[in-house]
């Protein structure tokens, strides 16, 4: 009898287990699927469960000239990397600052880059808008690129006050002991060691950039359009195969860049972030 109670208990526990991890598994995969079938459904209509007609029509719609995909895919990958190019200048030497230098209320100064992410974005982009507006900045890549960098240098700051803060000062001295000034020490050893997680950050900040929709919206319509902005455009369509293909797109460079930093980022540079 007892060993039969321990047979049920197992196998309950094996059931259970298995039920949460389908669950978990179509919570996850489920909407990718339907993203996929949206993607290559030519005719979909209620009450099917399937689609009726699959294809590579909208496929050839989305990559033609007039369909501007390319187009909006490019301004998506040159906003991302300018974005990218401005909060590292600022990340470096902010980030190296933060972690190397005995800077009065620095906890304080950390939470001021997360400021961005506390506040609610709707009122801020609208407000953004309306002083881009006045300066000329409305409209143009400038102005778009400034209005992501506003979210990405919350990571980038952080991860490289992080990475700064994890290479070891031992290293430092010793090249210095040796002769080294402090610009040689910086390039030819911290700044290496560091690099992993620089490469994170920025890793972090053109994903972000890329699937950066409202403020775009707000201070780029329409003169710069995003495949952000296309998808947002096809779906309020209706158009669900053109919404689903430029979300692909969207999902594609952002599982792979993901895969490195995992790679990239380390335990020890998780660890020193926030201290």
Not at 208 to 217: H, N, R
Request: glycine residues 8%.
């Amino acid at each position: 009898m007892t060993d039969g109670g321990t047979w049920a208990t197992r196998w309950s526990r094996h059931i259970a287990r298995a039920a949460v991890i389908g669950l978990l598994a179509f919570v996850i995969f489920g909407p990718l699927a339907n993203l996929l079938l949206w993607a290559f459904a030519e005719r979909w209509y209620f009450p099917g469960k399937l689609p009726q007609e699959i294809g590579l029509k909208f496929w050839v719609q989305v990559f033609q000239p007039r369909g501007n995909a390319v187009q909006s895919l490019i301004t998506s990958v040159a906003i991302a990397l300018l974005t990218v190019a401005f909060c590292l200048a600022v990340a470096v030497p902010a980030g190296y600052a933060l972690a190397r230098l005995k800077l009065p209320w620095r906890g304080f100064i950390l939470m001021l880059f997360l400021l961005p992410q506390a506040i609610p974005n709707l009122p801020i982009y609208v407000n953004i808008a309306r002083m881009f507006y006045e300066v000329g900045l409305n409209g143009t890549v400038f102005g778009v690129v400034l209005v992501h960098a506003s979210h990405g240098l919350v990571l980038a700051v952080w991860i490289a006050s992080a990475a700064f803060a994890a290479v070891d000062e031992q290293f430092e001295q010793a090249a210095r002991n040796m002769g080294a000034g402090p610009w040689r020490c910086f390039a030819t050893i911290t700044l290496p060691l560091a690099a992993p997680g620089l490469i994170a950050s920025a890793i972090f900040v053109f994903l972000e950039s890329l699937d950066e929709f409202t403020g775009t919206y707000f201070v780029g319509v329409p003169d710069v359009i995003t495949l952000p902005l296309l998808m947002f455009n096809a779906s309020m369509g209706g158009n669900y195969q053109i919404a689903s293909i430029t979300a692909l797109l969207l999902l594609i460079p952002s599982i792979g860049f993901m895969l490195l930093v995992e790679r990239f980022l380390k335990a020890d540079v998780l660890a020193m972030v926030g201290r």
